[in-house]
């Protein structure tokens, strides 16, 4: 018996907004309809009562992270031309969301991975979906080189956000944003990284903007981590370093598009330092009950620097991306909160004593 079922994806629910056809084979994992939370205690705690803060949790994608809003269309484009083996270069989360829609679709994937600088989570991920994991002697931007040279001359689908689908599908994420506030934020703050989310969101935004969803477009805020930040410094940077690996870039792809962003948006892309995206890290879990992964917190620490500055007036609407799952790196959440775990013996005086009751 056939049953019939309501199909869940980004690319069912936005298919008249994404290339695809009713031939385009789907290859969904359920991604996309991620929940928006309004900040209750930071703005309070930050100083800022009146501010609106909006997170989106994109952490709670199938994977884990944004990336399955790209990769859902990438994979299921690249079913539709024939393809049998997808390639990428990885800081973890693309690696891991590449790994999940090829294993579903039936295709090969082959990661090229920075060693020894992507988060235990995701290379956990990537060996889990059955992907075929090569770790280079080399950064991100040396793996995406290579990556793009042997697409040139092997039959390897590119699956980074140079695939042209990648950024079409991530860009149903700002749809959701205007569809969960009912309006466009003031202010959209996410971490740039290899640059193509900022651009992702910027189209999304824009489009509904032209079809008249909405009367207007927020200003988009980037933020890089400081010792990463290409664009800030207007100069490619030779060896990239931050706490949060995933934006550990020194040559973003869509840097072109994301100053453009910038500009058309009257927004700023701006740079944070590892304190401050480890402040504002700690500050989610603490103040809100959110994990996201370390640099996904650039979106929140760089607001705070902006409404600092004054840059962000202290009454708008904001929405803060967190781009990942703080599960992926359990790394840094220990490394963070040092607290005492050594056991106690398991009776009630005992117990009562630690707990100060
Ligand atoms: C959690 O997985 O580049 O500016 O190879 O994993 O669109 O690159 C990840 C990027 C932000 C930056 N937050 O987004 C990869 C990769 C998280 C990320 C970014 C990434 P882009």
């Not at 539709?80 to 969301?97: L, P, Q, Y």
């Not at 042209?164 to 934020?185: I, M, S």
């Not at 990942?324 to 117990?351: F, H, I, W």
Request: with cysteine.
């Amino acid at each position: 018996m056939q049953t019939t079922y309501k199909k869940s994806g980004l690319i069912e629910k936005y298919r008249q907004h994404l290339p695809v056809t009713a031939a385009t084979p789907v290859v969904t994992l359920g991604e996309g309809n991620t929940p928006l939370v309004q900040a209750v205690n930071i703005p309070k705690l930050l100083g800022y009562p009146n501010l609106e803060l909006f997170f989106k949790l994109e952490g709670l994608n199938p994977t884990g992270s944004f990336k399955d809003r790209g990769m859902t269309l990438a994979i299921s484009k690249a079913v539709e031309e024939g393809a049998k083996a997808v390639i990428c270069a990885s800081t973890g989360n693309t690696s891991a969301s590449a790994a999940a829609f090829a294993t579903k679709a039936g295709l090969r994937c082959y990661v090229l991975l920075p060693h020894g600088y992507v988060a235990l989570g995701k290379l956990a991920q990537a060996i889990h979906y059955g992907a075929q994991i090569i770790a280079i002697k080399g950064n991100f931007d040396r793996a995406l080189d290579l990556v793009r040279e042997l697409a040139a001359v092997t039959p390897v689908t590119v699956v980074n956000s140079i695939n042209p689908y990648r950024l079409e599908g991530q860009k149903t994420a700002a749809f959701e944003v205007v569809e969960h506030l009912g309006r466009q934020p003031d202010y959209l703050c996410i971490p740039v990284g290899n640059a193509g989310n900022i651009c992702a969101y910027w189209r999304g935004f824009k489009l509904y903007r032209e079809l008249g969803i909405t009367s207007d477009a927020p200003r988009m805020h980037g933020f890089e981590a400081e010792g990463s930040a290409a664009i800030v410094r207007g100069e490619p940077i030779k060896n990239p370093e931050t706490i949060g690996t995933a934006i550990r870039i020194g040559n973003p792809a869509s840097w072109q598009e994301a100053v453009q962003a910038q500009q058309e948006s009257n927004g700023k892309i701006d740079a944070v330092t590892d304190d401050e995206i480890l402040a504002a890290y700690k500050m989610l879990g603490s103040a809100e009950g959110i994990f996201c992964e370390p640099s996904s917190a650039a979106s929140l620490a760089g607001l705070i620097k902006h409404l600092k500055s004054g840059l962000i007036p202290p009454h708008s609407l904001v929405t803060c991306v967190l781009t990942g799952n703080g599960l992926k790196d359990p790394d840094t959440a220990q490394k963070v909160t040092v607290v005492d775990l050594s056991p106690v013996e398991a009776d009630l005086a005992p117990l009562k004593k630690v707990m100060a009751l």
